[in-house]
């Protein structure tokens, strides 16, 4: 699943070719997501807007339009979306055509659907808008994300600091590949109770969680099997992974193997030195 970087790198790389762009239509493979499609409010509400921003929060891209409806798109799994020439033929999973000025189509790919797309209209905006993201925590470079929010957050938790850093109630955005890369960085054991680690271990992780996402945006994202960025082409973040999917292999600090360990459903990757549990 597309992560924070994955989604920004997305962001970035449609901005330019859709900030200030008219719809000139919309149209629908007849597929719904995992998600029902609005399809009536899409045609709509997109025919002959302007598209004003490309935003994102957390895993969700945010394109505002001049009428002040605001379409919202999660790319799921296997979602990507893309830039192609009007006539190009369509592929397979090729669910939504967003139909720009200048010939361009915006196209939403998915092979398992598990994407969704929603719209809210101007007069939905504020209250809906609040709603939609009342469960979704602050973002790990907002000035609101703090360590000191974490360790009250964490106060008495038992759950591993793991499955702490990947809740989106929590902090937003962090999948399993960067909070298994974080967590090395900052020399911490997944499966650490979350409600022991000290203000200090907190701020050191949250340094770490930065670095290793701005790294990740600046790499393109991780490419592992389905991500590809909005010009089609792959990241190569994965090329400097130095734990995630490396179990038996040796740890690039010191040459101990690491280990996978199963925390929450979701597989962990560590070094049993470097992250001993304190």
Request: glycine share 10%; proline share 4%; net charge positive.
């Amino acid at each position: 699943m597309p992560e924070l970087p994955e989604v920004e790198v997305v962001r970035r790389g449609l901005l330019p070719h859709l900030k200030n762009r008219k719809v000139l239509g919309f149209r629908w493979s007849g597929k719904n997501l995992r998600t029902i499609v609005p399809e009536g409010l899409l045609r709509e509400r997109m025919t002959n807007a302007v598209i004003t921003d490309v935003g994102r929060r957390a895993k969700y891209l945010l394109l505002p339009t001049d009428r002040g409806d605001l379409l919202i798109i999660h790319l799921g799994m296997t979602g990507q979306l893309g830039l192609f020439s009007k006539g190009t033929p369509d592929a397979k999973h090729d669910h939504l055509f967003f139909i720009l000025s200048d010939n361009i189509e915006l196209r939403y790919h998915d092979v398992r659907r598990f994407g969704a797309v929603h719209l809210i209209t101007q007069e939905e905006r504020g209250e809906a808008e609040i709603s939609f993201f009342q469960s979704t925590g602050p973002e790990p470079f907002s000035d609101t994300c703090t360590a000191a929010y974490l360790h009250h957050k964490a106060c008495g938790s038992s759950q591993a600091v793991k499955t702490f850093l990947m809740n989106g109630r929590i902090i937003a955005g962090i999948g399993n590949i960067y909070a298994n890369e974080s967590l090395f960085a900052a020399g911490i054991h997944p499966a650490t109770p979350a409600g022991k680690l000290s203000k200090k271990q907190w701020q050191l992780l949250l340094n770490k969680v930065r670095e290793i996402l701005n790294w990740a945006i600046e790499c393109g994202g991780s490419t592992i099997s389905d991500f590809l960025n909005a010009g089609g082409g792959s990241g190569y973040f994965q090329a400097n992974f130095r734990v995630y999917g490396r179990d038996g292999k040796s740890c690039v600090a010191c040459s101990t193997t690491l280990v996978r360990q199963v925390i929450s459903g979701r597989a962990s990757v560590f070094c049993p030195r470097c992250q001993m549990i304190r």
